[in-house]
C-alpha cells in the first residue's frame, strides 16, 4: 500500500505575472497530480542561470502569466496521480525538476514520474536540490567527448558550479581541460581545484591564447554558456574541423558568426539542452547517470553553497544571484505551512 499523507488544500508559491517583474508570494490551491504523475512536498531549490532567463522572459518556449519559476529541486513525493512509477516514488526523497504545471519556488510542485529522482539518506536536502541541472549536465559532456573519442576540451564560463565539476570530472576520466573565465580573480580558486590550463577574456589577445592551447592540447571540442559574441571569437580560435556546443546564453545576445569562417575551417555548431538529451537516452542510462551525480554532488566542499534563503525573501535570493554568479550558489529554503 502506497504512504498516505495529509495535504493542505492551499500552498505559499512564489509568482511572476509579468516577463522581468518582481515575484510575490501568494496562497494559491496546491495542484493535483494526473496519471503519471507526482505531488512533490519542497525542500529546497537553487536559482540557476536557467532561472534567470525565465524571470527575464528570454527562456525558450511560450510563458503563461501568473507563473512559478524555479527549473530543479528537492523534495519528499507525498502523492501519486496513479501509474507503476509515480506509485513507486510515493513517499521517496527526491531530487526533482519542474514540469509545465509549475515550478520548484512554490511548497508543493507537480511534475512528471520520470523527473523526479530518488536520492540516498547520504545525500542532503541541499544537495539533492542541486543534482539535476549541474551534475547531470557535467557528466554529460564527458559522455559526449568520450563518443566523440576527445583527449581535450574547452568550456566556457568555468569558474560556475557546473565548470567546477567539470574540472574534476576530466581530471578522473584523462581529458585536457582549458577553462575560460571572464575575471582574473577566478584563476587562483580554479587552479587550487587542479585546473591546468585557464585563459582570462578580459586579457588582450585571449582567443589568439586559446587557439595556441587548442592547437597544442588536440581540444576540438568547445562548450559555450556564454554565447553572443563570446561564441564568434571561439570559432576564430578553434582548430580546424573543431565542434561549438551551446549550451546556454548568459551574455543574452544573438550569435552573429560569419560563416565562411565556418565554411573554411570546417566547424561545426550544435546545441545542447539538458531536457533534449536525457529525453533521447534509456532509462538505464539516465538512472546511472543519476546514481554518478550524487557522488559527485557529495564530493563538492560545503561552501558550494553561499548562500540560503528562505521562499519569502526569493527576490534578495535572486539579487544575490544575479550580482555574483560565479561566487556560489544561491539556495531557496522552502518552509512548508502544514
Partial sequence: MPKEFNLSKHMQAARQH????????????????????????????????????????????????????????????????????ANMRLGKT??????????????????????????????????????IVNPITALSFID??????????????????????????????????????????HIEPLQKLGAKHIICTSENNWSESLRTLALQTQARLFFDAVAGANTSQLANAAPKGSSIVVYANLSESDINIDPRILMHNNITMKNFFLGNYTAEKSLIHNLIAAKKAQKLITQLPPNIVRKTYPLNDVNLAIEAYRTQMSGGKILLTIQNTD
Fill in 18 to 85: 509579468q516577463a522581468g517583474g518582481q515575484l510575490m508570494i501568494q496562497q494559491i490551491e496546491v495542484p493535483k497530480p494526473a496519471k503519471g504523475e507526482v505531488l512533490v512536498k519542497m525542500l529546497a531549490s537553487p536559482v540557476n542561470p536557467s532561472d534567470l532567463s525565465l524571470l527575464s522572459g528570454t527562456y525558450a518556449g511560450k510563458k503563461h502569466y501568473p507563473l512559478t519559476p524555479g527549473i530543479e529541486g528537492s523534495g519528499i513525493v507525498v502523492a501519486s496521480g496513479g501509474g507503476i512509477l
Fill in 94 to 131: 527526491v531530487a526533482c525538476s519542474s514540469s509545465d504545471k509549475g515550478g520548484t519556488w512554490a511548497e508543493y510542485m507537480v511534475t512528471t514520474a520520470t523527473k523526479v529522482i530518488p536520492v540516498s539518506k547520504k545525500t542532503s536536502a541541499q544537495q539533492a536540490a542541486m543534482l
Fill in 144 to 185: 559526449i567527448a568520450k563518443k566523440g573519442k576527445h583527449k581535450a576540451i574547452v568550456n566556457t564560463a568555468a569558474a560556475s558550479t557546473l565548470g567546477q565539476m567539470l574540472i574534476k570530472l576530466c581530471k578522473q576520466n584523462d581529458i585536457e581541460l582549458i577553462n575560460i573565465v571572464r575575471n582574473k580573480k
